[in-house]
């Protein structure tokens, strides 16, 4: 390999280890949090609406931004937007703010997350071609994903300790400081290799031209087209499935008050990623298309979901939750690599936007709608009504399989 490909490697590990290391000392409290300070279930789960609509009104307006400013630029001006609202959130708990103040928060935090998603991967796939790199992209896709599996894990079950042992408030000071680092680290680090921005033509013309050939290479390329329709089911079920899961687990496990508990959900899905991420080569060997083992996880998902919906019982969850994220995380570098085969340089960050905005559509709708479900009825009906929604994603795979995309065949060396 190539030495410029190795360091851009490295620097893509080193940032997506900072970055979820920094986000994840939340996420196995975040929840919690918006309870503790005085969100219904309702109102938790329709702030982290808010979240996923910001994503949704952002997500291509800076994929464009991305893609013409620069990827460095936009990774840049997320790490900033997500420490200023990192510290806008602590705030907000210590004074109890009202619904529309997270609301607020939320949405510029889903901004933040905008800039990153899609430029941080099309950085890394411009840079690597540029690097005259022959390897399979399902590799490097799977090593980030063990990389923030190991974050994750560290982040969320320290964040779930530190708050029980201290307060709600403490990871996300935390979060402001690793966010910080990652800031820097990126200003240091990152360059644009293999994409040469725009910045000089006019922001309104760069803005329709790049739409444009977007939806060209996006929307209306047919195998694309079915996996963005899939993504809101699957990635609006799933956003609520784990968050829900911090308070569900503590309702199982019979201790309000266990927070290292409710962490144990978010370091099962990080342990999940980093054999995830180990396993794709062996999965690579199993499966002759990439479509194929994306219909499998779905069906998958769905049964673990309305497993978790039945079980009363606090040890069967924590098995299911297992599977359930072991099939997202060994499934997720054959997306990313199927849908990078498929789309030109020029695009790349909007269109992988655009793709991430479907799936956040997805969250907008289905939050506050399963919160409002945990609320009337209870968490393990919440569930229930989940795998139903997820059940659905599974068709628009099938049409995508039937499209014989040209990334859909996986490369064997050998048989």
């Known amino acids: 390999m190539p030495d410029a490909a190795r360091?851009?490697?490295?620097?893509?590990?080193?940032?997506?280890?900072?970055?979820?290391?920094?986000?994840?000392?939340?996420?196995?409290?975040?929840?919690?949090?918006?309870?503790?300070?005085?969100l219904s279930n309702a109102e938790a789960f329709g702030a982290n609406a808010a979240f996923t609509a910001g994503q949704v009104l952002f997500e291509v307006p800076t994929g464009v931004v991305a893609d013409t400013w620069g990827r460095r630029a936009s990774y840049l001006l997320g790490a900033a937007t997500l420490l200023v609202s990192t510290?806008?959130?602590?705030?907000?708990?210590?004074?109890?703010?009202?619904?529309?103040?997270w609301v607020i928060a939320s949405v510029l935090i889903g901004l933040g997350f905008t800039f990153f998603s899609g430029a941080v991967e099309a950085w890394l796939v411009d840079a690597l071609n540029a690097s005259e790199f022959e390897g399979d992209l399902e590799s490097v896709f799977a090593k980030g994903q063990t990389t923030a599996g190991v974050a994750m894990l560290t982040g969320s079950v320290a964040g779930g300790f530190i708050a029980q042992v201290s307060n709600l408030g403490v990871p996300y000071v935390l979060r402001a400081v690793l966010l910080g680092l990652t800031l820097g680290s990126a200003f240091l680090l990152m360059r644009d290799v293999g994409f040469e921005p725009r910045r000089g033509a006019s922001p309104t013309a760069e803005v329709r031209r790049v739409l444009e050939a977007s939806l060209d290479s996006g929307w209306r390329n047919p195998p694309i087209r079915w996996l963005m329709l899939a993504a809101p089911f699957t990635g609006g079920v799933g956003v609520y499935a784990f968050y829900a899961l911090q308070p569900y687990l503590l309702e199982l496990y019979g201790d309000p008050n266990a927070y290292g508990i409710a962490g144990l959900a978010a370091a099962i899905v990080a342990g999940a990623q980093i054999i995830g991420g180990l396993?794709?080569?062996?999965?690579?060997?199993?499966?002759?298309?990439?479509?194929?083992?994306?219909?499998?996880?779905g069906m998958i998902?769905?049964?673990?979901?309305?497993?978790?919906?039945?079980?009363?019982?606090?040890?069967?969850?924590?098995?299911?939750?297992v599977v359930w994220a072991l099939t997202f995380a060994a499934s997720m570098p054959m997306r990313?690599?199927?849908?990078?085969?498929?789309?030109?340089?020029?695009?790349?960050?909007?269109?992988?936007?655009?793709?991430?905005?479907?799936?956040?559509?997805?969250?907008?709708?289905?939050?506050?709608?399963?919160?409002?479900?945990a609320d009337v009825y209870s968490y393990s009906a919440s569930y229930v009504v989940s795998s139903v929604i997820q059940v659905a994603a599974v068709p628009f795979l099938f049409l995508a399989k039937r499209e014989k995309a040209p990334s859909d065949p996986i490369e064997h060396a050998e048989r």
């Open 336 to 373: 990313q690599a199927y849908v990078n085969g498929l789309i030109d340089s020029d695009q790349r960050a909007t269109v992988l936007s655009f793709d991430a905005l479907m799936s956040s559509a997805g969250g907008v709708v289905t939050q506050p709608a399963l919160g409002r479900v």
């Open 301 to 321: 998902s769905t049964l673990m979901l309305l497993a978790i919906g039945l079980t009363s019982s606090f040890w069967v969850a924590i098995a299911l939750l």
């Open 87 to 101: 510290l806008l959130y602590l705030f907000m708990w210590q004074v109890e703010a009202p619904f529309w103040g």
């Open 279 to 297: 396993v794709v080569p062996f999965v690579r060997k199993l499966f002759n298309y990439r479509s194929h083992v994306l219909i499998l996880a």
């Open 7 to 38: 360091r851009i490697q490295r620097i893509y590990l080193l940032l997506t280890l900072l970055s979820t290391l920094a986000a994840s000392f939340i996420w196995g409290v975040n929840t919690l949090f918006l309870l503790d300070a005085g």
